[in-house]
């Protein structure tokens, strides 16, 4: 018998984490951090399955809401082997020892706070550290390519496809034998549109009996990458041709890179007036390392580039800051800047002290490329308040601001409804990693496009394949 329980990613983006078990093999496909409303206190509670019973965890891509509790998992007894591509493995590491750092931050802060309420007991510890990481990259992992079948006990067979979501990005496709039929369950993690800038597109394939599928936007399209791209450029040139500054908010993995090349791309075309470019974020800088380091995941051009020594990520007017010190003078600067610095969402980090330089002047211009969540800094420039606090001191928004949407690392209900149409013969499909209002309109939408009856996965209900 095979079963799937979702531990995680069940009418919620964050946390993916879906245990599969057939016969006496019991397979995780990955363990994801809780984020934002998805409830990050959720992180702290016992895995609802015993670690140590897990043969296999199959990571998708390094994502922290895919990979975030994978030091809690060895923390928590796991002995198993883990599985991804080169390059998930490769971020992941940063990733991850990035999060100890912030995890370190964040248990610090809440043990002040706790102290002075008098229950500090009840913070014991922060979810992992950095030991807990080199732990997880101590263990033999098995990486594979994509298309590379592997075979595990029991006949069951593990392959990955191109899920074309960030570099190294996989959907899994596990093979088993029941009743002498072999039968193919598929787990999307999460795909990316087909219009991506630097990145291999999604592989198709035809053969499932059963697939998971993410839901992210099951509830809309996006729009087109094009116009995306040109309201970019202009709004660059605009700011900087009245001497103003430009900052973009950015998330470290993939967007970041999608910057870099965009400006490269202006550079080299003649269309990006003279400016100083600056890199503020040590992870970025790490990541953006590995995008050259795997050219056969970009796309035919960049990969072209990069085997020819052309640096795609890399154009005179950038630089690159890693330290304190470097990030500080940027506020010498007066004008023509433009600085990509993380939090995506403004929630912390170098861009904290970027804005309070420079929210306050009209002259400047804040472009966000990514998503917003509520309560987030970023969502509350882009709502238009007049004042914002950074670093308890009012700052007025005086600074243009731009929200650029079109570049999503996630595919759109088009995209996704096309990929579905490929497979053949689909018996069962089940919709994870969403909210639940747009998961309904997802599976309306299946409905009447493809006329398949999509069911929507309940946290911790096992469903039988
Ligand atoms: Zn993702």
Known sequence: MATVTSYGAAQTVTGSCHLVKIGPIQILIDCGMFQGDGGSENNYKPFEFDPAEIDFLIITHAHLDHIGRVPKLIKDGFKGKIISTQPTHDIANIMLLDSARILKEEYKTLRRKARRRGDEERISEPLYTEDHVKEVFAKKWQILEYFQKHKLPKHIHVTLGNAGHIMGSAFVMIDYTEEKTTKRVVFSGDIGSPHRLIIDTLDKIEEADTLFIESTYGDRNHR?????????????????????????????????????????????????????????SPLAIKATRLYNKYPVHLNDELEYDISND???????????????????????????AIIIAGSGMCTGGRIMHHLKHRLWNKLNTVIFVGFQVGGTLGRRIIDGDEYVKIYGEDIVVKAQVETINGFSA?????????????????????????????????????????????TIMQNGVSIEL
């Not at 052309?310 to 023509?336: A, C, H, Q």
């Not at 996704?416 to 053949?424: D, Q």
């Not at 499909?429 to 398949?452: D, Q, V």
Request: some cysteine; charged content about 30%; overall charge negative.
């Open 410 to 454: 996630h595919a759109d209900q088009n995209d996704m409804i096309e990929w579905i149409s490929n497979f053949k013969n689909l018996k069962n499909l089940y919709l994870i990693h969403g909210e639940a209002e747009k998961m309904e309109i997802f599976s309306e939408a299946i409905k009447n496009k493809l006329n398949y009856d999509a």
């Open 310 to 336: 052309n640096d795609p990520f890399s154009f005179p007017s950038l630089e690159s800051t890693s330290t304190k010190e470097e990030s500080m003078l940027i506020n010498k600067v007066k004008e023509r």
């Open 224 to 280: 087109s990458l094009k116009e995306s791209v040109n309201e970019f450029k202009q709004t660059i040139i605009t700011t900087l041709e009245r001497n103003g500054n430009v900052l973009i908010p950015s998330f470290a993995l993939e967007r970041t890179q999608e910057i870099l090349w965009l400006l490269n791309k202006m550079f080299e075309d003649n269309e990006l007036p003279k400016c100083r470019v600056f890199l503020d």
